[in-house]
């Protein structure tokens, strides 16, 4: 299929190779052309516009910060997708947002935040989470092939899979800061923190990403971002914002955000998520 990705990050430079991988057409626009210019060894076309990286594709993906960074491209985008392309919006923006974006889009749009990180992305192995018309969804079955190892639908309206994108990501980010939590708790204590991943290990307690984030926090090795601190920071707002709107208890999402703010405060914003361990002594 011809199919473009806006954003060429983490997330949006990994899902470009996965579709030219699969054998799709692959074209991607960057703000910064120099971020996307390494994929044209991949076989990727790099284009100078937005307008010109959507015109003639069938499906166009994108992976963008937040809401107004996504409105600003729509503004280029929308009016130069062919009548039957199909949006897919993949970036963590909540329901709010990819709903307003969605009417922007003439309801072309499918709702298909992922979960996954750097390398996920790369092998195409994310988790699609979509929602949006069943008839939107079957035309995108071939992209989400391409990208993701398996596709779950959450609903037939735009909304529900950023909902439960939120859900996922306010697990992962409780996750790493409860790992950085234990570390700095059995170190001040006078324990060997190493000792808590060994205890873990193996037990109905265990988790690879407590493994995997848990040893970036030991050797603090947090430089090479996976999932940046400061997007864990606005992930963690549009769930305080979403939940305190149902009326839902945000306590336990102020805590976590707090733990991440302080990190990004500390000047790692742009580092991995596991830099969250320099909130706690």
């Not at 076989?43 to 069938?58: K, L, Y």
């Not at 060994?198 to 996976?226: C, F, N, Q, R």
Request: charged content about 20%; some cysteine; proline content about 4%.
């Amino acid at each position: 299929m011809r199919t473009t990705v806006i954003g060429t990050g983490i997330m949006g430079a990994g899902m470009a190779r996965s579709l030219a991988r699969a054998g799709h057409d692959v074209t991607v626009w960057n703000r910064t052309r120099e971020k996307a210019a390494p994929l044209a060894a991949d076989g990727v076309t790099i284009a100078d516009s937005v307008a010109e990286a959507v015109r003639g594709a069938e499906v166009v993906l994108t992976v963008l910060f937040d809401t107004d960074s996504t409105a600003e491209v729509a503004r280029d985008l929308v009016p130069a997708l062919d009548e039957d392309a199909v949006w897919m919006q993949c970036a963590t923006l909540g329901v709010d947002g990819t709903r307003a974006l969605a009417e922007l889009a003439g309801h072309r749009l499918l709702d298909a935040p992922v979960l996954g990180t750097r390398k996920p992305a790369e092998e195409g192995n994310l988790v699609v989470l979509l929602s949006g018309p069943e008839t939107l969804r079957d035309r995108v079955s071939d992209v989400c092939d391409a990208i993701g190892s398996r596709v779950l639908v959450a609903g037939d309206d735009v909304g529900d899979a950023s909902a439960l994108k939120l859900a996922c990501n306010a697990w992962v980010a409780l996750l790493t800061a409860g790992t950085a939590q234990s570390l700095a708790l059995a170190r001040s204590l006078g324990v060997d923190p190493a000792l808590f991943l060994d205890a873990i290990a193996g037990g109905p307690v265990d988790t690879p990403y407590a493994a995997i984030k848990g040893g970036l926090m030991l050797d603090h090795d947090w430089e090479t971002p996976s999932f940046e601190v400061d997007g864990v920071v606005k992930d963690l707002g549009l769930m305080v914002e979403a939940a305190a709107r149902e009326g839902f208890p945000t306590e336990l999402l102020d805590a976590v955000l707090g733990l991440f703010t302080e990190a990004s405060a500390a000047g790692h914003g742009g580092h991995d998520m596991a830099a969250v361990r320099s909130a706690f002594p």
